[in-house]
Structures are given as C-alpha cells and as structure tokens.
C-alpha cells in the first residue's frame, strides 16, 4: 500500500480520494476549501499543498483549470511550485481535465527535477467517481504508467495510454467534444419526437436499440422523467457541470486553432451550451439541461 498526497476534493476528487482510503491506502489530503478536508473521512488533513506532497509515494491532483495546475506545480514566478520541492521518489499525477500545452510544460519540469509524471483526466462523471469506475486517460511514460496503476485501479475500472505527455487531454477534449455534440443532439431529437405526440421514454427506448442509440440515451437521457438516476430527473442538479462542458468545449477549440482542425459541430456545441449558460442561467446545472434550449416550458415543472 502507498501513502498518497491528494489535492482538489471537489465532485471528483472527494470520492477518488475516499475509493484510495477503502483500498487500503494512506491518503494525505488539502483544498483551499477548509470543509472538503473534513468530508473525506479515514484521511490526514494535509496543512497546506505543501504538506500534502510530503512524505508521500505518490501524489495526485484534481483541479478545474490549466492555470491552477501551473500555479500549483509551477508556482507564480514569486516563488516555485509543488515540483521544486517534492522528493525524486515521488509519483505525480494530474487527474485535471486542461489544455495540452500545460500538461506538457508542467510535464516538462516535472523531468527536470527528476520526477516521473502522468496526466491522467478521466471520464465517468460524479457516477463513476463515487463507485470507482471511472477511465483514466493517460498521457506519460509507459514505466510511470505500470508504478501508477495500483493507484488508478483503486479509483477506476479502465486505463488507457494515449500516448505521450498530454496525450491524455487531448483524448479526453476530443471525447468531450462528442459527448457535448451527442448530448445537444439527443435533447434536440427528443423535443422534436415530444412536440409530435409521442413519448419521450417510448422515443428513447426505440432509438436506444436502432441506429441513433448513443451513451446518453443509454445512460443519461436528458428528458426529465425518462430515466430517474439521470440529473434530468432531479432537476438537473449535480452531475457534470454546464460551466465545466463550457470549459472543455473552449480547450477543444483551442486544440482545434493550434493545429487548423476544422470542428464545425464542435463550435456549434460550444455556442448552444454558451446560449443555455446565457439565456437560462444554468452555468451551475448539470450538462443535460441543454434540453431546455429545445423545450424551454420544463423549466416550470
């Protein structure tokens, strides 16, 4: 068993941390948010970011944005991050959905103090982080790859390798990008199917098993009432966050420029989910809420 430093105890990074304690290892954690510390239960309170990262074996973090992990690992020209202190034996890893560019140059540092580095964001949602079957997508060196799956496989059901490092994102935006375009396309399709009579569960369950079936008619239909597990059911609360698909639908653009990839349905998505943040104030709700762009009455039930 490893003793692990954790940093970022939000929706995600809470129960990864708590999925690492029930595996039987030693879990180090801290966030800026005094009361997260307290809600994984079995962990050492980590003082600072500093004190989290020592003494440890391995060291993950989880955190919203490519400017948060540069500040935590690279500090802000002030004073250095994180990497300019951690111990050579020290395993890093990045669960952080960011743009390439960072995970590269936090990468690359990392290999100038002699650490070994992954980034690793993952897929599966608060769902998938609470029962420990979330994917990792990793970007980083195979041998640090091999060290860091007993950690991995205690939070997740799934490890791939993308590639190199950043990698990871880059796999992880493109599989967003679809995920926002599936999602945006299955609210819209089942408006339509509702607008002409016919039920939005009978509509599901036939698409599901004919050529339109995709993850959220299966898993996560956005249409309130078809599926009572699913955000859409309870108001569209919790979940994977409009302002977070946002997020990843800008870094999807911004990979997209860096290399003259042409994503028209990619901006596409990115203008409805931006419209739904504007027009419907649901920057907070979960990302299957675009389904009132299309019926905008279910607000009021």
Known sequence: MATVGFIGLGNMGGPMASNLISAGHTVKVFDLVPELIQSVPGALAGTSALDAATDIDVFVSMLPAGHHVRGLYLGD??????????????????????????????????VEQGLAMLDAPVSGGTAGAQGGTLTFIVGGEEQALQQARPILEAMGSNIFHAGAAGAGQIAKICNNMLLAILMAGTAETLALGVDNGLDPGVLSEIMKVSSAGNWALNVYNPFPGVMPSAPASSGYKGGFLVDLMRKDLGLALQTAQATQSAIPLGSLAQNLYQLLSENHDAGGLDFSSIQYLYKPGLKNT
């Open 77 to 110: 020209g002030s004073e250095p991050g994180l990497l300019a202190h951690m111990s050579t034996d020290t395993l890093v890893i990045d669960c952080s959905t960011i743009d390439p560019a960072s995970a590269q140059a936090v990468a690359a540092q990392a």
